[in-house]
C-alpha cells in the first residue's frame, strides 16, 4: 500500500471540504474492496477520507412508501434489521447473501454503489425498487445513477448519503452465485408495484440493466413460466473464467423464474 | 506520515503511533506482539486474521488500524480466562479436534464465537454457512464444525459434549 493522510471527518460537510483541499483524495466506506484495491497498489489515493464517524450517514428509517438507509449502513446492519425484514424482506435477504460473514460486517450500502462494480448485488435492488439515491447536493433516480462499468452519475466531490427504496407489493432477489467470491455472476431482482413489474439484472452486463422484455411479459402474467419464451441476447454481456456471455444470458432467464417464484 | 490511534485490546487500553495505511492485523502483530491473529491469503478470503471490533467479526487484513480508533477489539488471545482456562469454544476445538494444521483456527474460533452470539443454536447447515469466510487449506471442515456445535451448546451452559472417538 502506498502511503496516504487518512482524515475523519465528523459530518458530510466537513468530508465535502476536506476533498476540495486534496489533490487525489478517495472516500473510504467499510474499505472491503478499496483497502485490497490498495494492497494490490492499483490505486494511490493522496488522501482518505474516513466516513465512518459520521451520525447522519447512518441509520435505517421507513419513510414514505419506502425505507430510508443511510449510506453508511452495513451489510449486516441492512440484513438484520427488523424494519428492513417487515417492510422490504427481499432487501434483507439481498444483504445476507454478499460475501462473506466479516465482509457484512464492514461493508456498507453507499461503498457498495458507489464502486458500481458489475457483479455487486445492492445495484439490482436500487434499481428494481425504484429507488432515489441522495446524495450531499441532490437527488440522483436509481435508473439514472449506474453509468457504466464502476461508473455513476456522481460528480467528482460528490457524497452519497442515503438511498430512499420504494416498498413494492412484493418482491424478491435471486442470484447465482461465484462459489468462491460469492459475488453475482448473474443476479435478478423482480418487483411489483401495482402493475408495474421491474427486472433488474447485475453481473451479466458492464452495469446492471432492466429486462425490458421480462417486465412486460410478467405484467402481463405474473409466472415463472410466462418467462419460458423470454431470451435475454448475450451480445455485449461480460465473459470471463466463470462464465461465458451467453451463458450468463442464459442465467437471467433461470435467476428470473427463481425470483418471480420466490415472490409467491 | 505517521498517526496516533488509541483503543482496547482484549481489555487493556493502548495507544501507539503507527503509519496511517498500518493495517490492524500488522498493528496487533508487529506493535503489540499477538501473534495469534494470523495473516493467511491477505486478499480477505481466508479468515485467518478475524478478530472481533465491539463484537463483531471482521478481517483485520481488510481494515486500518486507524479504522479501529477508539474500539474494543479482541484478539484469539483475550477469549480465555484469566486464569487460563479455555473458552468454551476453544475447548471444544480441542476437544473435537477441530484443526490439523491449526493455522487457520484462531479466525475459525473467533468466527465461531461471533457467529454463536448471534445464534445461540445453529444448526449445521447454518454454522456450515455461518464460516464461509473462513478457509481450512487442510480441508479439516468436518471436524470444525462439530466443534463449533458442541461449543455453542457449551457456550449455552451445557456441558461440552466429549468426541465420538
Given at each position: 500500500m502506498y502511503a496516504f493522510t487518512y482524515h475523519r471527518p465528523k459530518s458530510v460537510a466537513d468530508a465535502v471540504a476536506l476533498q476540495g483541499r486534496f489533490e487525489d483524495p478517495k472516500l473510504l466506506g467499510g474499505g472491503q474492496?478499496?483497502?485490497?484495491?490498495?494492497?494490490?497498489?492499483?490505486?494511490?489515493?493522496?488522501?482518505?477520507?474516513?466516513?465512518?464517524?459520521?451520525?447522519?450517514?447512518q441509520g435505517i428509517r421507513e419513510e414514505a412508501g419506502g425505507l430510508t438507509v443511510g449510506a453508511f449502513t452495513r451489510h449486516a446492519q441492512v440484513a438484520h434489521s427488523d424494519v428492513v425484514q417487515?417492510?422490504?424482506?427481499?432487501?434483507a435477504s439481498l444483504?445476507?447473501?454478499?460475501?462473506?460473514?466479516?465482509?457484512?460486517?464492514?461493508g456498507t450500502l453507499g461503498g457498495s454503489i458507489c464502486n458500481a462494480d458489475p457483479s455487486a448485488d445492492y445495484p439490482a435492488a436500487v434499481v428494481a425498487l425504484k429507488a432515489t439515491v441522495r446524495t450531499d447536493r441532490r437527488e440522483i433516480a436509481g435508473d439514472d445513477f449506474f453509468t457504466g462499468m464502476f461508473e455513476t452519475a456522481l460528480e467528482p466531490g460528490e457524497i452519497v448519503t442515503a438511498v430512499h427504496f420504494q416498498t413494492p407489493d412484493k418482491a424478491?432477489?435471486?442470484?447465482?452465485?461465484?462459489?468462491?467470491?460469492?459475488?453475482?455472476?448473474?443476479?435478478?431482482?423482480v418487483a411489483v408495484f401495482g402493475s408495474e413489474v421491474r427486472v433488474a439484472v447485475t453481473g451479466a452486463g458492464p452495469s446492471v440493466f432492466r429486462a425490458d422484455d421480462m417486465e412486460a411479459t410478467l405484467a402481463q402474467d405474473f409466472r415463472a413460466d410466462?418467462?419460458?419464451?423470454?431470451?435475454?441476447?448475450?451480445?455485449?454481456?461480460?465473459?470471463?473464467?466463470?462464465a461465458s456471455a451467453d451463458y450468463r444470458a442464459h442465467l437471467v432467464r433461470v435467476m428470473a423464474r427463481r425470483a418471480v417464484e420466490a415472490c409467491g | 506520515m505517521p498517526c496516533t490511534v488509541s483503543m482496547t485490546v482484549n481489555g487493556k487500553a493502548v495507544s501507539r503511533e503507527v503509519e496511517e495505511r498500518t493495517l490492524l492485523v500488522t498493528f496487533l502483530r508487529d506493535q503489540l506482539g499477538l501473534t495469534g491473529t494470523h495473516v493467511g491469503c491477505d486478499t480477505s478470503q481466508c479468515g485467518a486474521c478475524v478478530v472481533h471490533i465491539d463484537g463483531r467479526s471482521v478481517k483485520s487484513c481488510t481494515m486500518l488500524a486507524a479504522q479501529a480508533d477508539g474500539a474494543a477489539v479482541t484478539t484469539i488471545e483475550g477469549l480465555a480466562?484469566?486464569?487460563?482456562?479455555?473458552?468454551?469454544?476453544?475447548?471444544?476445538?480441542?476437544?473435537?479436534?477441530?484443526?490439523?494444521?491449526?493455522?487457520?483456527?484462531?479466525?475459525?474460533?473467533?468466527s465461531a464465537v461471533d457467529l454463536v452470539t448471534a445464534n445461540p443454536s445453529p444448526s449445521e447447515h447454518e454454522v456450515r454457512e455461518g464460516l464461509e469466510g473462513n478457509i481450512c487449506r487442510c480441508t479439516g471442515y468436518h471436524n470444525i464444525v462439530k466443534a463449533v456445535m458442541a461449543g455453542a451448546e457449551a457456550m449455552q451452559g451445557g456441558t461440552l459434549k466429549a468426541a465420538a472417538e
Open positions: 474492496t478499496l483497502l485490497p484495491t490498495l494492497k494490490q497498489r492499483l490505486a494511490r489515493p493522496s488522501d482518505l477520507i474516513d466516513l465512518g464517524q459520521i451520525p447522519e450517514l417487515r417492510v422490504i424482506p427481499a432487501l444483504a445476507e447473501g454478499i460475501g462473506d460473514r466479516q465482509v457484512r460486517n464492514m424478491a432477489y435471486a442470484k447465482f452465485r461465484n462459489p468462491a467470491s460469492r459475488y453475482a455472476i448473474v443476479g435478478v431482482f410466462a418467462l419460458n419464451g423470454a431470451s435475454v441476447s448475450a451480445d455485449g454481456l461480460n465473459a470471463d473464467i466463470h | 480466562a484469566a486464569d487460563g482456562t479455555l473458552h468454551p469454544m476453544q475447548a471444544a476445538f480441542r476437544e473435537h479436534h477441530g484443526l490439523q494444521c491449526g493455522f487457520c483456527t484462531p479466525g475459525m474460533v473467533m
